[in-house]
T-cell receptor, first 115, second 114 residues
Framework: EPEVTQTPSHQVTQMGQEVILRCVPISNHLYFYWYRQILGQKVEFLVSFYNNEISEKSEIFDDQFSVERPDGSNFTLKIRSTKLEDSAMYFC?????????????FGQGTRLTVV | AQSVSQHNHHVILSEAASLELGCNYSYGGTVNLFWYVQYPGQHLQLLLKYFSGDPLVKGIKGFEAEFIKSKFSFNLRKPSVQWSDTAEYFCAVNAVNAGNMLTFGGGTRLMVKP
C-alpha cells in the first residue's frame, strides 16, 4: 500500500537554528499538507500546497515557515529560526484530489524538539 | 471558522465492551466528516468518512459513525472492541467550499484491556 514517508522521525535542534522536515507524498497525489501537534494539544493545519504554490495557510504559518517541492518527489517544510514553541510533532499529508472530495493520507510524523 | 470537540480524552474499556466516542463540530455550512485512528507508533489512518447520503457510515475494522446534522455530531461506535483497537482516535471536519484544511478534535485515547 502506498504511504507518505517523513524523515527524520525525530529531530533535536537548538533555538535559532534552521530545520528542514522532509516528506515524500504518495506519487500520484497532487495536494500536499503540513499539520502539527504540540504535545497535549490538537492537530493543527499549517499549510496546503498545490501546483507548486501555497493554496492555503493558517495563522501559525508565518514568515518563519516555508514549503517547497524541490523535485518531483519531496515536499519540505523549513523553519528558519526555530523557537521553543515550535517543538511539536509535524505531520505531512497528501491527497489525490482537493480536500473536500478526497481522503488525506498522513505520514508518521517528525517529532521536532527545540532546546 | 469551524471547530471540533471530542468529549472524552481517555477511555478505558475491557474487550467485548461497546464503544461510543463523541464528536461535535461547530460550523454553519456543509461539512465533510472524518474519523482517523493512530495506532501506537504509526501514522494517522482513515477509519471512515461522511460526505453525503446515508448518515450512518461504516468504516474499516467494524467501526461506524452516525452524522446527526441537528446535533452537529458525528459519534464513532463499535459494538465490541478488541485489544487491537487500543489507539488514539481523532474526529476531523472539512468545511465544503472553504478550502482543503482539516480541523481536528483533540483526540480520544482508547485503551482496551485484554
Amino acid at each position: 500500500e502506498p504511504e507518505v514517508t517523513q524523515t527524520p522521525s525525530h529531530q533535536v535542534t537548538q533555538m535559532g537554528q534552521e530545520v528542514i522536515l522532509r516528506c515524500v507524498p504518495i506519487s500520484n497525489h497532487l495536494y500536499f499538507y503540513w499539520y502539527r501537534q504540540i504535545l497535549g494539544q490538537k492537530v493543527e493545519f499549517l499549510v496546503s500546497f498545490y501546483n507548486n504554490e501555497i493554496s492555503e495557510k493558517s495563522e501559525i504559518f508565518d514568515d518563519q515557515f516555508s514549503v517547497e517541492r524541490p523535485d518531483g518527489s519531496n515536499f519540505t517544510l523549513k523553519i528558519r529560526s526555530t523557537k521553543l514553541e515550535d517543538s511539536a510533532m509535524y505531520f505531512c499529508a497528501s491527497s489525490e484530489l482537493e480536500g473536500s472530495g478526497s481522503e488525506a493520507f498522513f505520514g508518521q510524523g517528525t517529532r521536532l524538539t527545540v532546546v | 471558522a469551524q471547530s471540533v470537540s471530542q468529549h472524552n480524552h481517555h477511555v478505558i474499556l475491557s474487550e467485548a465492551a461497546s464503544l461510543e466516542l463523541g464528536c461535535n463540530y461547530s460550523y454553519g455550512g456543509t461539512v465533510n466528516l472524518f474519523w482517523y485512528v493512530q495506532y501506537p507508533g504509526q501514522h494517522l489512518q482513515l477509519l471512515l468518512k461522511y460526505f453525503s447520503g446515508d448518515p450512518l457510515v461504516k468504516g474499516i475494522k467494524g467501526f461506524e459513525a452516525e452524522f446527526i446534522k441537528s446535533k452537529f455530531s458525528f459519534n464513532l461506535r463499535k459494538p465490541s472492541v478488541q485489544w487491537s483497537d487500543t489507539a488514539e482516535y481523532f474526529c476531523a471536519v472539512n468545511a465544503v467550499n472553504a478550502g482543503n484544511m482539516l480541523t481536528f478534535g483533540g483526540g480520544t485515547r482508547l485503551m482496551v484491556k485484554p
